[in-house]
């Protein structure tokens, strides 16, 4: 049964019990009006408690009804409305969450009560749409208009004491939400409803609303970039304010139906349904999520506390797992303690914020500068700068002091996981892990597994990653994993772009009116420039062993920019030297200034090599740096390196700005049409054969030929592929 109906003495409990999350599908919804209905009609009940089984109010609507018929059958609205009309009071058991649908189905509720570690909120705009079952319009009636666009537009998860300080929820229990919802509806039988019945109401306005809405929306549009849905929401709430309830709900309605029209809603489902798939790995060997069992980490060490270091540990306290963090010297331990104390001090006051003691979830963190120390952990997070040898010599210590079976990670960007774990004695419990900076807040995880990585390891670094919150993408070892193997080719498109007659600021603006957060110029200025430098001296693209007589704009036969190896020379590595591709005000400024400076070396330069000044038309500019991205993309699917899709668009959205609107690369890539990504890839290849990278790849050549299947099918090509190579 989809809702469960039992009687505590007067009060009719209805628990809605659909698995895993209680999502409102059309059979919750066909068991809620029969159960609702029933109790209605029962004169033994005198009022009706709302709740969710398994500690779970209810995740809202189910989204995979969203492209199929069975939303239409009983929309959540009508259901909302008969809830509302009751004569009897309903009240809401709040425990875990209620979102989306599931907070609009208990602000149809005349009262809501909420367990102290339940949040509740309207996520909708995540996933590209509004909450169209009411919630633009009761929330509104029942907080205001500033505080009801708040939590629609970011969609975020309100910890349910800031919901009672907001006025969303009526009271907050400690215990079960169940019985003290008993008790409350006991209370308010025979009381007078009509002010709880919220579509009754009228919005709170001033003469000020319209343009307090007007503002919103231009800042949404520069905030939002290109993102159709937190715009409808600002209508929609702009429709509640002084105007009938019905009036409000028939503009929700047309917004949904606009909104679905965008492609924007699908692609944002995608995203989050791919999020959530990327979590069920397989291995090459046949091993999967679901029939591997991790071990526990009870205790962990994070080796190294830079800035990566710094994040890592604050992220395993967070998750309640005690750390011991080593540092080389006294100083930089120091430096490195107090560090991680002050990101520790601002999670906790967010911990006393939900009304919840910090020391019960944040877990203490060991400073240390002794090996020794770190004999009994269950795994070791090493996190020192990217250099296979300070790393092969950590992991030579490791060996020597940690227990045989402790799991061994080594925090790399982009270095080679086998070569690492070669040191050791037991190369099956060494694992690759790319956290994101700042990682105590970045969500994304490349989990990197070696060539005898093992299925316990990878499941282990796979469960340690859901516990920290992120989101992790098992991958495949090859230099610079995933992420940032796919950026190479984007880079270089971006700098032929200039060599060819655009500047930094045309590039990146054609990037971020797309829905990209940073253009490549901004974010290497970001990163800086001297890392990719150093890589390239290392690799001898540049520097003293380039071979003399090499000309510049070559290296072994291919196309070569030296363009941003002459920013460095200069000492430009971006923001952190207050110039880079462009000017900031101050070293590590912010602030991006087109510098006529690298106007004037552009200038110089193409006059230098004799190339024609040909400034590239958006569509160019986005065609070359954003296919170069896809083709890159179908490469690593080919070599195994991501075994899915999905793998790669989770990266991109959550490590690399892209636009979730978008749902990702390989998405995108969907809904431009391979045939078309192809025929552009085709083109620029046999204009410049001297770009490699701009080769269709295989695997894309192939899905054209196939007839262009749905993404979600990519897969089996892949693995024909692979079988086949
Ligand atoms: C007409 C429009 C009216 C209303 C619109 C809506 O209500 S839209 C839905 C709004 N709700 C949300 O966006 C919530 C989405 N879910 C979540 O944020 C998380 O799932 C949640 C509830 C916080 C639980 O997180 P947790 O990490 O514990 O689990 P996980 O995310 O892995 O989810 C478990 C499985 O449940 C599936 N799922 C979650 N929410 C929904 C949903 N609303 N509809 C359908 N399915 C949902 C999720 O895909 C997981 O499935 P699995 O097969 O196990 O991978």
């Not at 919220?198 to 800042?219: C, G, H, I, Q, R």
């Not at 790995?281 to 800035?307: E, F, Q």
């Not at 007589?549 to 971006?574: H, I, K, V």
């Not at 004799?610 to 954003?626: F, G, T």
């Amino acid at each position: 049964m989809a809702a469960t109906r039992s009687l505590s003495h007067t009060v009719a409990v209805i628990t809605i019990n659909y698995p895993p999350v209680n999502a409102l599908s059309s059979p919750v919804r066909h068991a809620l009006i029969k159960e609702f209905g029933e109790a209605t009609k029962d004169p033994s009940v005198k009022a009706i408690v709302l709740a969710g089984a398994n500690g779970k109010f209810s995740a809202g609507a189910d989204i995979r009804e969203f492209s199929t018929s069975a939303l239409k059958t009983i929309s959540l609205e009508d259901m909302n409305e008969t809830i509302e009309a009751s004569r009897k009071p309903v009240v809401a058991a709040i425990e875990g969450v209620a979102l989306g649908g599931g907070l609009e189905l208990a602000l149809a509720c005349h009262y809501r009560v909420a367990n102290v570690q339940s949040r509740v909120g309207l996520p909708e705009v995540l996933i590209g749409i509004l909450p169209a079952a009411g919630g633009t319009q009761r929330l509104p009636r029942l907080i205001g208009v500033p505080a009801a666009l708040d939590v629609i537009i970011r969609g975020r998860h309100v910890p349910a004491t800031e919901a009672l300080q907001l006025g969303i929820i009526d009271e907050v229990v400690q215990g079960n939400a169940v019985n003290a919802a008993i008790l409350l509806a006991r209370k308010v039988i025979g009381s007078n409803l009509d002010k709880r019945r919220l579509s009754t109401n009228y919005v709170p306005s001033n003469p000020n609303m319209e343009s307090f809405l007007d503002t919103a929306v231009e800042k949404a549009k520069k905030q939002f970039r290109g993102a159709q849905a937190p715009i409808a929401c600002i209508e929609a709430v702009r429709a509640s304010v002084q105007k009938p309830y019905k009036h409000g709900i028939e503009k929700e309605r047309q917004l949904f139906t606009s909104l679905w029209a965008t492609g924007q809603p699908q692609a944002q489902q995608y995203a989050f349904f791919s999020e959530r798939n990327v979590a069920k790995w397989t291995h090459p060997s046949g091993g999967r999520w679901d029939t591997v069992t991790p071990k526990p980490v009870r205790t962990a060490a994070v080796i190294g506390l830079g800035t990566m270091g710094r994040g890592i540990a604050t992220s395993l306290a967070k998750a309640n797992i005690p750390v011991i963090a080593l540092e080389q010297d006294a100083q930089q331990l120091e430096i490195g303690k107090k560090a991680v104390n002050g990101l520790l001090e601002r999670e906790a006051e967010k911990l006393l914020k939900q009304g919840l003691a910090p020391g019960t979830v944040l877990a203490p963190v060991h400073f240390t500068l002794h090996f020794a120390e770190l004999r009994d952990v269950d795994l070791v997070i090493e996190a020192v700068y990217e250099n296979t040898e300070l790393k092969k010599e950590i992991f030579r210590k490791l060996k020597s002091v940690c227990k045989p079976d402790a799991f061994l990670c080594t925090n790399t960007s982009g270095l080679n996981i086998d070569e690492i774990a070669a040191v050791t004695n037991h190369p099956d419990l060494v694992i690759g892990t790319h956290f994101f900076s700042p990682a105590n807040i970045m969500r994304l995880l490349e989990v990197v597994r070696g060539q005898q990585t093992s299925l316990t390891t990878i499941a282990t670094a796979m469960t340690l990653g859901k516990t920290l919150g992120k989101v992790s993408v098992l991958v495949g070892n090859c230099p610079l994993f995933v992420g940032n193997r796919l950026l190479g080719p984007y880079v270089d498109q971006a700098n032929y772009l200039l060599e060819e007659g655009c500047y930094p600021e045309d590039v990146d603006k054609v990037l971020e009116d797309f829905g990209i957060t940073m253009g490549p110029f901004r974010m290497m200025d970001l990163a800086g420039l001297d890392v990719g430098w150093r890589a390239r001296t290392e690799k001898g693209l540049t520097g003293n062993k380039v071979l003399h007589g090499t000309p510049a704009r070559q290296r072994l036969g291919n196309r070569y920019s030296p363009l941003p190896d002459m920013l460095c020379e200069l000492g430009r590595f971006g923001q952190k030297t207050g110039k880079g591709w462009y000017l900031y005000d101050k070293p590590g400024g912010r602030i991006a200034h087109p510098d006529p400076w690298v106007k004037d070396v552009l200038h110089k330069y193409r006059n230098t090599h004799h190339i024609k000044q040909r400034p590239a038309s958006p569509e160019v500019i986005l065609e070359r740096c954003v296919y170069a991205l896809i083709n890159e993309g179908f490469r690593v699917l080919e070599d195994g390196i991501a075994s899915g899709p999905e793998d790669i668009d989770v990266i991109y959205n959550n490590g690399y700005g892209w636009p979730k609107y978008r749902g990702g690369i390989m998405y995108y890539a969907s809904t431009v049409g391979l045939g078309k990504v192809l025929d552009v890839l085709e083109k620029y290849h046999k204009e410049h054969p001297d770009v490699p990278s701009m080769k269709p790849a295989f695997l894309l050549k192939k899905l054209v030929a196939v007839g262009e299947p749905p993404i979600k099918e990519w897969r089996t090509q892949v693995g024909n592929l692979v079988h086949k190579l």
